[in-house]
Each structure stands twice: as C-alpha cells, then as structure tokens.
C-alpha cells in the first residue's frame, strides 16, 4: 500500500506540456526542449509576467521586444509596400510608408489589440505572437496600415461628403452601415459634428457641410474606440485585393460648389 501511495500518477499533466508545444513552431519547439533547467526557469518568469501584466504592459513589451525585427522582416515585402503607397496616393493620403511610420503602426496595432474590448482579452497575446512568428500574419500590418489611413480620411469628411462617397459605392447600405454611420455616432457623442433635429439652411450648412477639426492624436483614439482591429484590416484588404472595392472619386466627392441638399 505505501508503494502504492507514493507511485506516480498518469503523467497528464506531461502530455499537457506536450501538447502545449506541439503548437509552437518546430524550431522554437526544439529550441524550447534543448534548454537546461536554469534557462527554463527564464522563460517561465517571462510568461509569468506577461500572464499577470495588463494588455497595455504588454503592449509595450511586445513593441520594444519586436518592433525592430518586425518593421525590417516585414520591409522585405517591396512589392505590397509600392502598392500600398500607389493606393495610399489614389486616394489623396499623403502618408508614406517608411520606416518610422511601419514601427508607430505596429506599437498602435499592439495597443489597438489590448484596447477592443470587442475580442476576447486572452486572444489578445495570440494574435501578437502570430504576427511575430507568421508571414501572413506580417503582411496583415500592411491590411491595418492602408484600411487605418482609410478610415481616417473619412472621420475628416464632412457628413456631405461622406454621402457621396457612400452614394458611389456598389453596396451602399452595407458601406453605409459598417464604416460612415459608426464615424457619424462618434462625431455625435464627442461633440465633433452637433445635428440639429429642424435645421435651417444655415444650421445644415454648418453641421451638415463643415469638415470637421479633429487632432491626430484624438483622431486616432476615436478610431481605435470605433473599430476593431478586423474591421480596419478588412478594409485595407479588400483595398489591397481589389483597388476598386472603395469607389472613389476625390474631386466629386471634395469639390466646394454648392449642393441641392440644402434646399431640403
């Protein structure tokens, strides 16, 4: 009976482990198995901080960690890169893609992460660590890039041009829907566009027509609190895929002259 109380048990507890590392890549599995005890205890420290850190620690630790290998890895890609700054021209955006803009886009894709409260906070890590060890996953930072600069240009559009962008598109009411109606409730509730319920044609002219002044920094808070990560590498995808997913007309939809609207 003493033996069999001190026996070990079924090891489930290793096929656990085992199977935890099945899920790394084979290199990093094998680096991972080849570590002697007193280096194994560093990475257990390290997952233990990162486990107990909140999203914005890891934010930050993920940027200074990764950020410089991320931004050279993922330069590489010259062609994607040449495109996107063709397509980021097309639409009048006058950002470039150098190397300084590609690490602030990363250390924002990291926080953009932690701060959507719309996804699941434990799928937060996952999706950094993929982006790390992933091609596809890297060629995503040039999706949130082109699809972030999107969106931003339409929070600078005045509520009448963002009827005509909308009015250009082939699905109106879903491009309605999903980017400019979500723009117009953030104008709302941040005092940035104030509607009024029986507008006069001055009232109109003003809310309806004025590009609204909003700063890069709070530009950039409103679009991180409006959209999720997916949505704005969605964007920058379809855009990527197909240039003519976004119909765009620059002088129809930026041009000053007087509309019929406002004698509604």
Known sequence: MTEQRFRLPVPSALRTVDSMLEKLPPEAKKWVESLPWSQRSYVLSLCHLMCASTPEMQAEFLDNYTADGLVSRTLEDRDTQQRVNQYLKQFQ?????????????????YIHSSQDVRRQPDLYLESALRLVVSTEERNNVFNYILGFELIKMMFKMSWLQHEKLYQLQINQEDFYHKYIKPIQYAHKVNGIVTPKQKATFFDKRDYFVQEPEIKDKKLIELEIATFTTHTVMDLGFSVIRNINSLVFDYEYIFKSEQESVFSQ
């Open 93 to 109: 955006i006058k950002t470039e893609l150098s190397e300084s803009v590609f690490r602030t886009y990363i250390r924002q894709f």
